[in-house]
């Protein structure tokens, strides 16, 4: 029975070959998007998913309370793990957790040279033994207890055998950081999966921390400063009472903060199911990504899918007329309405199994470029055991869902009206109910243009927003801290100035834009009570107003200094410290932390602090040569390949012992918004694919109509109607299904889009006319795609058309 089923299956198949393919393309299309996005959403909601105590941990984050709302911190103070950890609370572990990102490791291999070899590790934690017992680590060689010792490390495989040739020998050896803090290898583990925001290269003993807090920079007892990269976790018993474990985390916090500032502190948990879907408080390593940007993936997705189900149900209705009579006589023969509809089921079957085999192909073949529109680990692929259950999961879905209806359709007709071939449109399904597709059709590509204009938009307008300083031709380097005179980056900036081409350099602690967030209590005006609201820090020399041609409203910068003598503070800062004008702050006095009062020198104009996702701190910039982790310098017209090259041997001459770590600052901004303008290529592709397969739909639809008033278009003819006239009797009811689209689209585009641009604090207007330009764009599609066949109608021979079959 079944074999018949498909023997008749591929005979009608191949009957109606160009239908076919029409119908064969559109599934495959759909099948190929969707198979890509499954892929991207899977990564992405599988994320530490792997860890055995994934429902277990969390994190400790940083709540504060000021005047002006809310702030958040994914870190926490210094001391504040190692007081967790002897009050424990009800916590069944407390783990400290700090990361540094980018760190040069030497290793001097068998002894037989004197220039040690140099590698770059991407992610250096530093922690406890008790790590192993929150996140899952598998170890080769050695074992945990190498983290209570001081000056020791744990290696993952892969860098292993980087370092050393293969990680069998790694186990006693020694590596070097540059700050001189050599390390000995007490552990070896295998890789942490891609899709972890715990990945390391390095995991170094938190007692190297207390043992060498002056190299690293960590004062463990200073209370006043919360920085992102010093994180806590906490492991909780499985029936934890988690509003009892808060409270006692709140009784924690008022007693170790109460009375530190006038701000209120708090701390709160976050599971660590939420920490790779919150991009407010970053992860120690890997990334994050909005939950609303995975909901809109697997919108899309479905959007696809639904379009191309639409145009199979439209076409395959639409050929229902040619197939009448062999229903008739199949009814007449004696099939029940039961196998006609599996009959016709097993059609749409082989047609989505042959859209499934060219899917597999096709998203094969795109599976390179998936990165251009997300961001996937570089082993992911199509043939794994959640894939094979996704394709059947789609084979049945999609069966149903495009062969239903028609299969119900088929199957109804009578049989003596089927052998004549006459019934009216209702009885083949209604034309009714085929407009109501191509509406939604035309609905959700309208929505999917509304997204890619207002996503493009949004791209221009970060594009083009002034971030208050020159970002253009700004080439900066990582430079390591010696000590905390920083003896070498001095002579370094000077030796820059030396090179052709180079125009000004800097010396800092990161960029005008960048991902810092490092703040601190301060005073103001000489009073005693700290400001109920933290200073944002950055540390410059006096040439970075300069470098980065900034404007001040105010005063000027400051006078050279090693130290801090003079502070620059941004338009923001002015404003929450409610100074009349920006000239009464002139002269102000301010002291950051327990350090001296140091007078204002200048207020400059405010630039963006972080990205234009964030609103713009309250800043303060001051000179402080133990934090500069940066050289930049700003090229001349005439820099070109020789200047760089200048600029990288003249590194090499300072820090010899040193990876240059070098990018320009335009770029380094551009990848602030690398997830979004991935969101938006997104909308682009599959709004391009949307509109191709609404015009299939809309092709089928116009055939099957036309097709049923292939006499009154010959007896209008006759008549005298002209070609225009016909024309626009066939177009008219598509064009008015496009507004009726147009309808559902604008406010399910709008909410769509607006949460969106919520991420901003600098977005983009919803402006009318961009949904109306939407909506012309769609007519045109319409009256282009409606009308090249409904004059090919219009102008056919009558005679033709009123032959009597």
Not at 60 to 88: C, H, R, W
Not at 642 to 671: K, W
Not at 781 to 803: E, H, M
Request: glycine fraction near 6%; proline fraction near 3%.
């Amino acid at each position: 029975m079944l074999k018949n089923y498909f023997k008749i299956a591929w005979r009608s198949l191949s009957r109606s070959k160009w239908v076919g393919a029409i119908n064969i393309l559109g599934l495959t299309i759909g099948m190929t998007a969707a198979l890509l996005l499954f892929l991207v959403v899977s990564s992405e909601l599988s994320f530490d998913k792997f860890q055995s105590k994934y429902e277990q941990v969390y994190r400790i984050y940083t709540q504060d309370k000021t005047q002006d709302g809310l702030e958040y911190t994914p870190g926490v103070a210094n001391p504040f793990p190692d007081a967790l950890m002897s009050e424990k609370l009800g916590f069944e572990k407390v783990v400290p957790v700090i990361v540094h990102h980018q760190v040069q490791v030497n290793v001097q291999r068998d002894g037989n040279s004197q220039t040690p070899e140099k590698h770059l590790a991407e992610d250096l934690f530093f922690s406890t033994a008790e790590f192993k017992d929150l996140f899952d680590l598998e170890f080769i060689s050695g074992s945990e207890k190498a983290l209570d010792e001081p000056d020791q490390v744990v290696l993952k495989q892969t860098a292993a055998e980087q370092y050393f040739g293969k990680w069998e020998n790694a186990l006693g050896k020694s590596i070097e950081l540059t700050n001189g803090i050599s390390l000995l290898v007490g552990g070896v583990v295998t890789d942490i999966p891609a899709n972890s925001n715990f990945y390391f290269d390095l995991l170094v003993s938190y007692v190297t921390i207390r043992s060498h807090q002056d190299i690293f920079g960590y004062d463990l007892k200073e209370w006043g400063s919360t920085g992102s990269n010093f994180q806590v976790y906490v492991l909780t018993d499985s029936n934890a009472d988690l509003t009892m474990l808060q409270r006692q985390l709140d009784g924690f916090s008022k007693k170790h903060f109460e009375g530190r500032g006038t701000s209120i502190k708090s701390h709160r948990l976050q599971p660590l199911s939420e920490i790779h879907f919150n991009a407010d408080l970053e992860p120690l390593s890997g990334r994050t990504v909005r939950k609303s940007t995975i909901q809109t993936l697997v919108l899309v997705g479905l959007f696809i899918l639904v379009m191309a189900s639409i145009n199979f149900i439209n076409l395959t209705t639409s050929l229902a007329i040619g197939k009448s009579k062999e229903i008739g006589v199949r009814k007449v023969m004696g099939s029940s309405r039961a196998q006609l509809i599996i009959q016709s089921l097993g059609e749409t079957f082989l047609s989505v199994l042959i859209s499934a085999g060219l899917a597999l192909i096709l998203a094969n073949l795109l599976l390179p470029f998936l990165d251009k529109i997300a961001d996937v680990p570089a082993e992911v692929n199509l043939f794994q055991p959640v894939m094979a259950g996704f394709i059947i999961l789609l084979l049945l879905v999609l069966t149903l869902l495009s062969g239903f209806y028609p299969a119900l359709i088929i199957s109804g007709f009578k049989p003596i009206q089927a052998l004549k071939n006459k019934f009216q449109g209702a009885e083949i399904g209604g034309v009714s109910v085929r407009r109501g597709l191509v509406v939604l059709q035309f609905a959700i590509a309208q929505i999917l243009m509304i997204g890619t204009l207002i996503a493009v938009r949004q791209m221009n307008l970060v594009q083009e927003t002034d971030l208050g300083f020159n970002k253009e031709a700004v080439y900066y380097m990582e430079v390591p801290s010696d000590s905390k005179e920083n003896q070498r980056i001095e002579t370094f900036k000077q030796e820059l100035l030396r090179i052709p081409g180079v125009m000004t350099a800097s010396m800092h602690s990161d960029v005008p834009s960048s991902d810092n967030n490092s703040a601190t209590n301060f005073y103001y005006d000489q009073k005693s009570e700290d400001i109920p609201f933290p200073a944002f820090l950055k540390f410059a020399d006096e040439d970075y107003f300069i470098l980065y041609e900034m404007d001040f409203v105010a005063g000027t910068g400051y006078p050279a200094s090693d130290t801090v003598r003079n502070v620059v503070i941004n338009e923001t800062m002015a404003k929450k410290l409610m100074i009349p004008s920006a000239d009464e702050a002139i002269g102000k006095l301010i002291r950051l932390g327990s350090g001296q009062w140091v007078p204002i020198t200048g207020v400059v104009r405010d630039f963006t602090v972080n990205s234009l996702r964030e609103e713009i701190k309250q800043l303060v910039i001051t000179s402080r040569n133990s934090q500069y982790r940066q050289v930049a310098v700003r090229l001349g017209k005439s820099a070109g390949q020789a200047t760089l090259t200048s600029i990288r041997e003249q590194f090499e001459l300072v820090y010899p012992e040193q990876i240059l770590t070098a990018t320009f600052l335009d770029e380094s901004i551009a990848r602030f918004y690398e997830s979004e303008q991935k969101l938006a290529l997104v909308y682009k592709l599959f709004a391009g694919l949307a509109l191709l397969i609404s015009c299939i739909g809309l092709y089928g639809l116009v055939s099957f109509m036309i097709g049923q008033k292939v006499k009154e278009i010959g007896i209008r003819k006759v008549l005298g109607a002209s070609v225009g006239q016909i024309t626009y009797l066939l177009s008219r009811e598509f064009i008015i299904m496009v507004f009726v689209a147009f309808g559902i689209a604008i406010p399910l585009a709008y909410f769509m889009m607006k949460d969106w641009l919520e991420t901003f604090a600098y977005k983009t207007e919803l402006s009318a006319g961009l949904f109306l330009l939407v909506m012309f764009a769609s007519l045109v599609l319409t009256i282009l795609t409606v009308g090249s066949k409904a004059i090919r109608a219009a102008i056919a021979n009558p005679v033709d058309s009123l032959k009597d079959e």
